[in-house]
């Protein structure tokens, strides 16, 4: 096999040979809540038979010798003609790697590639580069006019393996994307790393703000997946869904694993897309090819817009068109003669802006803290299925918000603000419908509050309640834990994919922080003795121990048979009473994956 070092001695017919080899594959990119594929990654495949020790090592031989541009554009030319070749392809799109080492040096290289995707037939909305962030910008201003060249000419780009390489916000700054593609690195074991899943969170938001899509690379297990779904990403893509395959004829229009996970999660968390979807306003889009006469119709038109939703081809939005934006530029020096020409005049891409984007399915407080980030925000964008349904304005944002606090104050406890009963029934019942999550149920009961309540009376009583509803309600994780009050001095708490070990954690700490602050509630020869002394029901002297809480958990593996909510109730009474005579008032039990007998 012929290696790079002899390459000086025939180079054309070496380049031809390795042309020859090389292979390109094809990995789906889906959309995280119906598993509708949006698109396929290329990669390239058969380096190592072409004598190279791996793709990098390929790209950075070619690199070294001054042909990247031109490899480049071999590995799109089979790329576009093996997409083409899907059946599908004009609902998807081809996601192709542009590395920015040869920014700077081929700048032909976007006409050339348009040229190309004429030759093809795909047009240029359907292509998304990405943007590698393995290398470091040579020239950050010069690379970036590059960049606005290749996005001037229609081209959608994505940021690729974000977090791991040289520049990270200051490519996000300059190179104003489309799609950012977090790197497997934190994708890989999110649901047991909070810093990672911290990172994750804080990227996530700062895209969404921005208007940038957000794509979890290299998901591969169904915790990876739940958690990036609850953290807010839009499209994922790894071995959960496909490996990279060079058959073309295992690529689908549509993952079935994804959708059912969706719909399992769904059951198990709160939806606001019904709110969402009766609040948002549909206001008719305009498409990014409009001319700036129908622009300027659709403005005078409908006089109590200020701005108008813009979309592609496909129906995605790519930003909004401000009515001030576009009057500042035509009152300007020769601006009205500027837009009417049409050689030199600027077109309605020039004068679109981002606006923030969010999922039909994503949760409203996210949305609105969304919104409140960025100023003078006229609102969200919002999508299905990456699609512009609809516009959410700061009003219908408020009424969604208004609407959900008043459905949940109906079923909070009237002292603690803590969701009731039926709120407890309902997590329950769905926590035990998704057999592939898990779950640990905890359950609170104080030790010794009846001779309390008895000797200082109710109102010292609901503090000492309130006190253990606090040390609860900070507790428990927001991202993944839920706090309810049954009632009295009765508590229940929910965690999803924390971990039993760490769950047994947070509640044997809980019992300890609640049994040291209650005794500042006695008085002062009550806590010196260490006890109370009372009556029992049949009029005996008895000694009380100082109030307590005692915690009974259960823990849900993924992989189990559906329990009901009777026979994890009937175990947590069982755990009840064990807990009560353990020194550190706490009991637990796995319910086991398959039922005995």
């Given at each position: 096999?012929?290696?790079?070092?002899?390459?000086?001695?025939?180079?054309?017919?070496?380049?031809?040979?390795?042309?020859?080899?090389?292979?390109?594959?094809?990995?789906?990119?889906?959309?995280?809540?119906?598993?509708?594929?949006?698109?396929?990654?290329?990669?390239?495949?058969?380096?190592?038979?072409?004598?190279?020790?791996?793709?990098?090592?390929?790209?950075?031989?070619?690199?070294?010798?001054?042909?990247?541009?031109?490899?480049?554009?071999?590995?799109?030319?089979?790329?576009?003609?093996?997409?083409?070749?899907?059946?599908?392809?004009?609902?998807?799109?081809?996601?192709?790697?542009?590395?920015?080492?040869?920014?700077?040096?081929?700048?032909?290289?976007?006409?050339?590639?348009?040229?190309?995707?004429?030759?093809?037939?795909?047009?240029?909305?359907?292509?998304?580069?990405?943007?590698?962030?393995?290398?470091?910008?040579?020239?950050?201003?010069?690379?970036?006019?590059?960049?606005?060249?290749?996005?001037?000419?229609?081209?959608?780009?994505?940021?690729?393996?974000?977090?791991?390489?040289?520049?990270?916000?200051?490519?996000?700054?300059?190179?104003?994307p489309d799609f950012l593609k977090i790197d497997r690195?934190?994708?890989?074991?999110i649901a047991e790393d909070a810093k990672k899943k911290?990172?994750?969170?804080?990227?996530?938001?700062?895209?969404?703000?921005?208007?940038?899509?957000?794509?979890?690379?290299?998901?591969?297990?169904?915790?990876?997946?739940?958690?990036?779904?609850?953290?807010?990403?839009?499209?994922?893509?790894?071995?959960?869904?496909?490996?990279?395959?060079?058959?073309?004829?295992?690529?689908?229009?549509?993952?079935?694993?994804?959708?059912?996970?969706?719909?399992?999660?769904?059951?198990?968390?709160?939806?606001?897309?019904?709110?969402?979807?009766?609040?948002?306003?549909?206001?008719?889009?305009?498409?990014?090819?409009?001319?700036?006469?129908?622009?300027?119709?659709?403005?005078?038109?409908?006089?109590?817009?200020?701005?108008?939703?813009?979309?592609?081809?496909?129906?995605?939005?790519?930003?909004?068109?401000?009515?001030?934006?576009?009057?500042?530029?035509?009152?300007?020096?020769?601006?009205?003669?500027?837009?009417?020409?049409?050689?030199?005049?600027?077109?309605?891409?020039?004068?679109?802006?981002?606006?923030?984007?969010?999922?039909?399915?994503?949760?409203?407080?996210?949305?609105?803290?969304?919104?409140?980030?960025?100023?003078?925000?006229?609102?969200?964008?919002?999508?299905?299925?990456?699609?512009?349904?609809?516009?959410?304005?700061?009003?219908?944002?408020?009424?969604?918000?208004?609407?959900?606090?008043?459905?949940?104050?109906?079923?909070?406890?009237?002292?603690?603000?803590?969701?009731?009963?039926?709120?407890?029934?309902?997590?329950?019942?769905?926590?035990?419908?998704?057999?592939?999550?898990?779950?640990?149920?905890?359950?609170?009961?104080?030790?010794?509050?009846?001779?309390?309540?008895?000797?200082?009376?109710?109102?010292?009583?609901?503090?000492?309640?309130?006190?253990?509803?606090?040390?609860?309600?900070?507790?428990?994780?927001?991202?993944?834990?839920?706090?309810?009050?049954?009632?009295?001095?009765?508590?229940?708490?929910?965690?999803?994919?924390?971990?039993?070990?760490?769950?047994?954690?947070?509640?044997?700490?809980?019992?300890?922080?609640?049994?040291?602050?209650?005794?500042?509630?006695?008085?002062?020869?009550?806590?010196?003795?260490?006890?109370?002394?009372?009556?029992?029901?049949?009029?005996?002297?008895?000694?009380?121990?100082?109030?307590?809480?005692?915690?009974?958990?259960?823990?849900?593996?993924?992989?189990?048979?559906?329990?009901?909510?009777?026979?994890?109730?009937?175990?947590?009474?069982?755990?009840?009473?064990?807990?009560?005579?353990?020194?550190?008032?706490?009991?637990?039990?796995?319910?086991?994956?398959?039922?005995?007998?």
């Amino acid at each position: 096999m012929r290696q790079m070092a002899v390459a000086n001695d025939d180079p054309d017919e070496y380049w031809t040979d390795i042309v020859g080899r090389l292979d390109v594959a094809f990995q789906p990119i889906v959309n995280i809540h119906t598993g509708a594929c949006y698109g396929y990654e290329t990669l390239l495949r058969n380096c190592e038979q072409a004598g190279f020790a791996s793709i990098q090592d390929f790209f950075d031989r070619c690199h070294d010798r001054g042909v990247l541009g031109e490899i480049e554009m071999v590995v799109r030319d089979k790329s576009l003609a093996k997409f083409t070749r899907l059946p599908h392809h004009r609902q998807t799109k081809l996601f192709l790697n542009l590395d920015n080492r040869g920014l700077a040096v081929d700048r032909d290289l976007p006409a050339r590639s348009r040229d190309l995707m004429e030759y093809h037939g795909v047009p240029e909305n359907s292509v998304v580069f990405e943007l590698s962030e393995r290398h470091d910008f040579i020239n950050p201003n010069e690379s970036a006019s590059v960049i606005k060249h290749y996005k001037r000419n229609n081209f959608r780009l994505a940021i690729d393996d974000f977090g791991t390489g040289f520049s990270g916000l200051q490519m996000l700054y300059c190179a104003e994307p489309d799609f950012l593609k977090i790197d497997r690195f934190f994708i890989s074991d999110i649901a047991e790393d909070a810093k990672k899943k911290l990172f994750v969170a804080q990227i996530v938001h700062i895209a969404h703000l921005l208007g940038v899509v957000v794509v979890a690379e290299g998901v591969e297990t169904e915790h990876e997946y739940f958690v990036c779904k609850d953290i807010g990403c839009d499209l994922l893509q790894g071995y959960l869904v496909q490996r990279p395959s060079c058959d073309i004829t295992e690529m689908r229009a549509h993952y079935e694993i994804i959708e059912q996970l969706a719909k399992s999660e769904r059951r198990v968390a709160t939806s606001d897309q019904k709110l969402i979807s009766d609040q948002a306003h549909y206001v008719q889009p305009l498409p990014m090819d409009a001319s700036m006469d129908r622009v300027f119709q659709r403005f005078r038109a409908d006089k109590t817009l200020t701005f108008f939703p813009v979309v592609d081809v496909a129906g995605e939005p790519v930003g909004i068109v401000r009515e001030k934006d576009l009057k500042d530029y035509a009152y300007s020096p020769f601006g009205k003669d500027l837009i009417s020409n049409k050689a030199f005049g600027r077109t309605l891409k020039d004068f679109i802006s981002r606006c923030p984007v969010a999922d039909i399915n994503t949760r409203a407080e996210n949305i609105l803290q969304a919104y409140s980030a960025v100023e003078s925000s006229e609102g969200i964008i919002i999508v299905d299925d990456m699609k512009y349904v609809g516009f959410l304005s700061a009003h219908s944002l408020l009424r969604i918000i208004n609407e959900k606090n008043l459905a949940a104050a109906r079923d909070q406890n009237p002292l603690t603000k803590l969701p009731g009963n039926n709120v407890i029934h309902e997590y329950v019942s769905k926590a035990l419908d998704a057999t592939h999550v898990e779950v640990v149920l905890a359950y609170f009961d104080f030790d010794n509050f009846k001779p309390f309540n008895d000797k200082y009376g109710f109102r010292l009583g609901d503090r000492a309640i309130l006190l253990f509803a606090e040390l609860l309600s900070k507790g428990v994780p927001r991202d993944n834990g839920f706090a309810g009050h049954v009632g009295g001095d009765d508590f229940f708490a929910g965690f999803r994919c924390l971990g039993f070990e760490d769950t047994k954690a947070l509640c044997a700490e809980l019992t300890r922080t609640f049994k040291r602050d209650v005794e500042s509630f006695y008085d002062d020869e009550t806590r010196r003795v260490g006890h109370l002394c009372g009556v029992d029901r049949l009029g005996n002297d008895v000694v009380f121990p100082l109030m307590s809480v005692s915690a009974a958990i259960v823990h849900l593996p993924p992989g189990r048979p559906v329990y009901s909510v009777d026979e994890v109730g009937q175990l947590i009474a069982h755990l009840k009473k064990a807990a009560k005579n353990n020194p550190d008032h706490v009991s637990s039990c796995t319910m086991v994956p398959q039922r005995a007998g």
